[in-house]
């Protein structure tokens, strides 16, 4: 039997799906918090699969999704005043108040795509007497190379680089979750290239207020095995932090990227798209490295842009509405730029904001009516 | 081992997109200090590997935006795939 099929074997999925059904007795509400575990349940079809008593809701594990508008637009001001501005493609087509950084790169801003920070570096080590910033946006899974990226910056005595910081962090973002009035969550799919890093710890304090956390991997039948783990846990009333994922997670994540993380960075009260403030949930630059920090050099103000009027983003993002429930959906027509396909663009037409931010990590669940 | 991926396919990212919330198992072929090279599928990978100082050549890596950030542990996904393969299907 070959490995490689293995995780995505129909009679494994289905075997499971045949457990889940026997174990799931009490109608129960798990959120996936990644938006890769959305995009993988989608694509599989998982959801459909699932007995009725299993309700899976979409959380906001997405870092594209969850970045403020006034952080777009300050990227998107740089960028318009002659700063050369570098970011992952995710962020290229998500819009700010007005327009996005795609628009911007298409009129005659330097906008450029980086698979990696350390390319902007490169870019900025090119192009000396250039000022270049990076817009880091992203987890914890991302929030350490950055870190990496300051760090060789700073030995490289590069002094036209600087970072404009927009991470977040997933665990206070689901303590905030367990408390909602009108969103009750049975239990968590934890996001497994985040717990790479942090490890399964930080979801104890979560698991110990009544929401068992599975941290899980992204083939179906990982997805599935913890699902069935969480139904169990929720059969035998029991709330625990259990790693489904344990190829890639350990329980005390990576050691050598949390040590550079906090070096860098230092928790700080964060706002999330579409939701309240919430806090030490965002990692802003230390004082002691304050020279990279974009904010302080430019001297930039972001001050909150309210969302459209009838945008749903952050009921979607807690989990309250599904994506199709949005007043926008489908309706607001956004300017094609440069796609990647044919059939994106003439997609791409259709969708409102809170869509394509969605859409980026997740596609196929937010274009389904679209 | 020399099938394929016993943690699964890699799937994503698509072609023409660079998506950053991606993790993808690499075989390290090469280190030079902080640098090193994989291999995924026939295509090399340049990586980082500041974060994964103990990282080996022949060690499975997951690479996330240019840097690895944790080895794939095997005897862990076998035992994976162990469980899995007791689980039956009842028609």
Redesign the interface.
């Known amino acids: 039997m ?8 129909r ?2 999925v ?3 799906v ?2 889940i059904a026997k174990i799931a007795t009490i109608p129960s509400c798990f959120m996936e918090v ?3 575990h959305s ?1 993988a349940i989608a694509r599989y079809g998982l959801r459909e699969l699932l007995p009725d008593n299993i309700r899976l809701i979409s959380g906001p594990g ?3 999704c969850v970045t403020p508008p006034e952080v777009i637009d300050a990227a998107i001001d740089l960028a318009t005043d002659g700063v050369w501005v570098a970011t ?3 962020m290229m087509k998500v819009p700010g108040s007005q327009t996005s950084l795609d628009e911007v790169r298409a009129k005659d801003g330097q906008v450029k ?7 902007a570096v490169q870019w900025a080590q090119d192009n000396p007497g250039q000022q270049i910033v990076f817009l880091g ?2 987890f914890e ?2 929030a ?2 950055v870190a ?1 990226s300051l760090l060789e910056a700073q030995q490289l005595g590069l002094d036209n680089f600087t970072i404009l910081a927009a991470h977040k962090l997933i665990p206070p973002a689901m303590s905030a979750l367990i408390d909602q009035p009108d969103v009750h969550i049975d239990g968590f799919l934890c996001p497994g ?1 985040v717990s ?2 942090i490890g399964s710890r930080p979801y104890e304090p979560i698991a110990a207020a009544g929401a068992p956390c599975v941290v899980a ?3 179906p ?2 997805i599935l ?1 913890s699902i069935r783990e969480l139904a169990q846990m929720r059969r035998d009333e029991k709330s625990e932090v259990i790693i ?1 994922y ?5 329980p005390e994540g ?1 050691p ?2 949390l040590a ?1 993380m906090s070096q860098v960075f230092e928790p700080a009260d964060c706002r999330w798209r579409g939701l309240e403030e919430i806090p030490a949930s965002g990692l802003q630059i230390r004082d002691e490295y304050s020279r990279f920090d974009a904010q302080k050099r430019f001297e930039l103000e972001l001050k909150p842009v309210p969302e459209p009027p009838g945008c749903e983003c952050g009921a979607i993002l807690r989990g309250a509405k599904r994506p199709t429930q949005c007043g926008l959906f489908g309706k607001r027509r956004v300017a094609p730029t440069i796609p ?1 396909a044919p059939a994106w663009s003439l997609r791409r037409a259709l969708v409102p904001p809170s869509i394509v931010m969605k859409a980026d ?1 997740s596609r196929i669940i937010h274009y389904v009516a679209a | 081992m020399t099938e394929g991926y016993p943690w699964g396919r890699p799937s994503w990212p698509q072609k023409g997109r660079y998506s950053m919330c991606v993790a993808l198992p690499v075989r390290l072929v090469k280190v030079e200090g902080q640098r090193g090279i994989g291999e995924l599928g026939g295509s090399t990978v340049k990586m980082r590997l500041d974060l994964l100082p103990e990282a080996e050549v022949g060690d499975y890596v997951l690479v996330h935006a240019g840097f690895a950030i944790q080895q794939v542990d095997e005897e862990e996904a076998q035992e994976t795939l162990r469980l899995l393969q007791a689980i039956q299907w009842e028609r």
């Open positions: 070959k490995y490689i099929d293995e995780y995505q074997n009679e494994k289905q075997a499971l045949q457990q990644c938006g890769t995009h997405c870092p594209v992952f493609g995710d795509i980086v698979y990696s920070p350390m390319q946006v992203g899974t991302t350490p190379s990496i290239h790479v890093i991997g992204f083939e039948t990982d095995q489904q344990r190829r890639a997670v350990k990576n050598t990227a550079k990647s990590c």
